[in-house]
DNA sequence: AAGACAAGCAACCGCAGGTCC
DNA sequence: CGGACCTGCGGTTGCTTGTCT
């Protein structure tokens, strides 16, 4: 694949934006929109390459921006979602509304990053039924308002989650004496969980004594707002895995190791 | 007051994945 | 089916501003 010309060759400006650029750019998406950021700049007047725009728009004129510092639940947030999803800076701002990636991770980099490293590496904590109730609340809050809600907890099969370069056995954990976060976690790990096509939801809430099950008590399994976010027809072929699944999955499994918050 | 250093943040870069033809 | 193009993402850079000495 041949790579585009860069904004220097293409004679484009590069750097900060000028007022005037902003005030053309947001002109034209709120008349034109943008279809094609590639032929925007081109046909609003502006010296940039598309990618520059879409830069510009998505993370500073975009009119539903917040601005201003991080709230200390804003900032929770973005700790307990980076435990859960990792660098997914993208998957991170879907769940905070107003704020963007690119935001998320500077926040990420100059603040939160910095007081984790002062308080040290957090220690897994036994949880009690009660934290684990709390933590399903915060999490079932966090849900993204876009997912469709009504495909039951216990429904899914993981046969399309996408296969791990790892040689777990899932069947080792789908008997549900044996499903615990530890070997769940594993298993999320390992390859088997591509072929697997128990129903683990349920083998996970059946299971006795284990991490999931308090995570999920049979109370909070009968909880209506405790749905899984996928509509069946999606399960068998196309898993939105990036927002879906993913999230959903690692959420789950991730639960019974969580650790405490550090003090900020 | 001025230079050095650190912190914060906007913007860029390169890559990957999806779509179109 | 494969190449070209487009978009989105995460990592990184470098400029600006604030703080310290």
């Known amino acids: 694949m041949v790579r585009a010309p860069c904004c220097e060759k293409m004679g484009l400006k590069k750097g ?5 650029e902003d005030q053309i750019l947001v002109t034209y998406i709120q008349r034109h929109g943008h279809g094609n950021w590639r032929a925007l700049p081109k046909q609003a007047g502006l010296l940039r390459c598309g990618k520059s725009c879409r830069l510009r728009w998505t993370n500073y ?3 539903d921006i917040k601005r201003g510092n991080f709230s200390r ?3 929770e947030t973005i700790y307990r979602l980076h435990e859960l999803l990792g660098n997914r800076w993208s998957a991170i701002a879907a769940r905070l509304p107003g704020r963007t990636d690119n935001e998320i991770k500077n926040v990420w980099h100059t603040h939160l990053k910095k007081r984790l490293d002062r308080n040290g590496e957090t220690k897994p904590v036994k949880q009690s039924l009660e934290t684990s109730k709390c933590n399903a609340d915060i999490e079932r809050d966090l849900k993204p308002v876009n997912f469709p809600t009504h495909q039951r907890l216990e429904c899914p099969s993981i046969t399309s989650v996408s296969p791990q370069s790892s040689s777990s056995d899932f069947s080792s954990v789908t008997d549900s004496s044996l499903v615990t976060g530890e070997n769940l976690s594993m298993a999320v790990e390992g390859e088997g969980v591509a072929d697997a096509d128990e129903n683990l939801w ?7 004594n284990t991490g999931m099950s308090e995570y999920f008590p ?3 399994a009968e ?6 976010p996928f509509p069946p027809a999606s399960l068998e072929t ?5 927002d879906g699944m993913d999230f959903w999955f690692n959420l789950y499994v991730d639960a019974a190791e969580f650790t405490e918050f550090p003090e900020f």
Do not use: G, H, I, N
Request: proline share 12%; net charge negative; charged share 40%.
């Open 61 to 63: 004129l975009r009119p």
């Open 73 to 75: 639940e804003e900032e």
């Open 238 to 242: 196309d898993l939105p895995k990036e």
């Open 223 to 228: 909880d209506p707002r405790l749905q899984f």
């Open 202 to 208: 349920s083998e996970v809430l059946s299971a006795e």
């Open 16 to 20: 900060p934006w000028t007022a005037e």
């Open 218 to 220: 049979a109370a909070a």
